[in-house]
């Protein structure tokens, strides 16, 4: 029976908790998709949502871009999915594919572009609407809400790991949650040594680290006793920029993997001199989405989760504020 109203958690303002509603079944444009959630993974990113540090959300906006679920419904224009395929979908939604960065092939610039859960409606529900070519269809393997964390946290982890230079074989990472914990695995197959920093103190964050195969950890001011050759930063903490230079070795690069950061303070050329880099990292292409899922073929990743139900969003976000989520929290439908 096609259901008509649907469970959503929904955000209407700044400051302000998730309030549960019943709301309609979205149904979905020509070219989207109607998806049934099994799983929405909650990413830092969804904070920086609610706290206003992303400005302009739509309003009311259903948050969320880790989805894991199942297409219910095709829109007519929808060639390429069918009705019962496994799909996920990402924080980029829509691009333009006209705009100069799309036609330059990097259309996780693109002006025009969408953001699932943020300027589109996302997976904090049971049901959301997706553009089609926009979402990744999964193998039924992955028919699991351990998944979820992997359209993000995996995602903009993955290509964050690809702005290394190849050759890097010391590799820090600053803020060991969702993403990194992803990360060190791939990371360790590949045989390089992972250097993770907690928060300072967080000896259960180090544990986890340890167990996960990391060669070094350590709080976020600590030094470890070898130069790295690239580090990604994952914490929105801008302090971190001028330490993780610190730490790094002539011609390395750091990376800044979220999309939001707290002031930089200032620091001394000589932290960057020798060529050393900072970057960012923005957003995801498809092209990375694909890339990461062929990947994870020869590349085991177990992600470890904490589940909630739906209704537990505001408990959930409240305590990956508190930083105490091992791994990724994770809303599950039907629970
Ligand atoms: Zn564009
Ligand atoms: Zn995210």
Not at 253 to 259: E, F, R
Request: net charge neutral; glycine share 10%; with cysteine.
């Amino acid at each position: 029976m096609e259901a008509a109203a649907m469970k959503a958690m929904v955000f209407e303002g700044k400051g302000m908790p998730l309030i549960l509603k019943e709301i309609p079944v979205p149904e979905p444009a020509e070219d989207q998709v109607q998806i049934k959630i099994l799983a929405c993974g909650i990413c830092r990113t969804d904070l920086h949502v609610l706290d206003g540090e992303l400005t302009r959300p739509k309003l009311p906006l259903v948050p969320g871009h880790e989805i894991i679920g199942t297409v219910t419904k095709t829109g007519n224009a929808v060639k390429e999915i069918n009705i019962g395929q496994l799909v996920g979908v990402p924080w980029l939604g829509y691009t333009c594919g006209t705009c100069k960065y799309c036609r330059k092939g990097k259309e996780n610039l693109c002006e025009n572009a969408k953001f699932t859960g943020y300027t589109l409606d996302g997976g904090y529900a049971e049901y959301t609407v997706a553009y089609a070519q926009y979402c990744f269809k999964l193998s039924e393997q992955y028919h699991n809400p351990a998944s979820a964390p992997l359209l993000c946290a995996g995602l903009i982890g993955f290509r964050s790991y690809r702005m290394i230079d190849p050759s890097a074989a010391n590799i820090g990472m600053y803020g060991f949650g969702a993403a990194a914990h992803i990360l060190i695995q791939i990371a360790k197959a590949q045989n390089k040594k992972v250097f993770a920093f907690t928060r300072d103190g967080d000896t259960k964050a180090q544990q986890f680290a340890r167990a996960l195969g990391a060669y070094w950890v350590g709080g976020s001011s600590d030094v470890p006793d070898e130069k790295l050759d690239s580090s990604i930063i994952f914490a929105p903490a801008g302090e971190l920029i001028p330490k993780a230079l610190k730490d790094l070795d002539k011609g390395g690069t750091v990376i800044c993997g979220g999309i939001h950061m707290s002031e930089i303070p200032a620091f001394s050329y000589d932290l960057l001199w020798e060529e050393r880099a900072v970057r960012s990292v923005a957003n995801l292409t498809r092209e990375d989405g694909l890339n990461f899922f062929d990947l994870l073929k020869t590349t085991i990743v177990h992600t470890q989760t904490k589940l909630f139900r739906l209704s537990e969003a505001n408990d959930a976000i409240d305590k990956l504020r508190k930083g105490e989520i091992e791994g990724a929290a994770v809303l599950v439908m039907d629970r």
